[in-house]
């Protein structure tokens, strides 16, 4: 199968596909002019990647993940990456969730400032204008 047939298929670009290749995520055959040539199961397989980079998993990961998924026989190993990569999400989950809560103290500062927060509400933030009196002659 050639890779737009592979691309369409999986629902993916080209481009993912030569990526996934240059991971080594993926394989594929050479004609004699050059052009990449596909198993039927490499539909599958690209859905499989795409799965697993939707679940957050960096292709270093998939790429230590797939002989166990070739062989359809889990090692300890491959549950110890999947549960560190869990961590990992589930801190960049808190991480983001503390941006927002900043992000959100910032919109209710904005909202509702304060002298204390926002220097131009201070007296006196600065001198105001007063013209000189004229005086007559």
């Keep these: 199968m050639r890779i737009g047939d592979v691309a369409q298929r999986a ?3 080209p ?4 990526y996934y290749e240059e991971q080594g995520l993926l394989t594929s055959e050479r004609t004699p002019s050059g052009q990449r040539v596909y198993p039927d199961a490499a539909v599958e397989r690209v859905q499989l ?5 939707t679940a957050g998993l960096p292709s270093r990961s998939i790429l230590r993940l797939l002989p ?3 062989t359809g026989h889990g ?4 549950f110890e990456l999947l549960a560190a990569e869990r961590d990992r999400i589930t801190a960049a989950m808190a991480d983001l969730a503390s941006a927002r809560d900043a992000l959100d103290r910032v919109i209710d500062l904005a909202n509702h400032p304060t002298p204390e927060h926002c220097p131009a ?3 006196p933030a600065w001198a105001p204008y007063k013209p000189e ?3 007559a002659h």
């Design 49 to 53: 990647i795409q799965q697993l980079f």
């Design 121 to 123: 509400l201070r007296e």
């Design 75 to 78: 090692s300890p190993e491959a």
């Design 15 to 18: 481009r993912a596909l030569r």
């Design 133 to 135: 009196p004229v005086t």
């Design 11 to 13: 629902g993916v670009s």
């Design 68 to 70: 166990c998924i070739d």
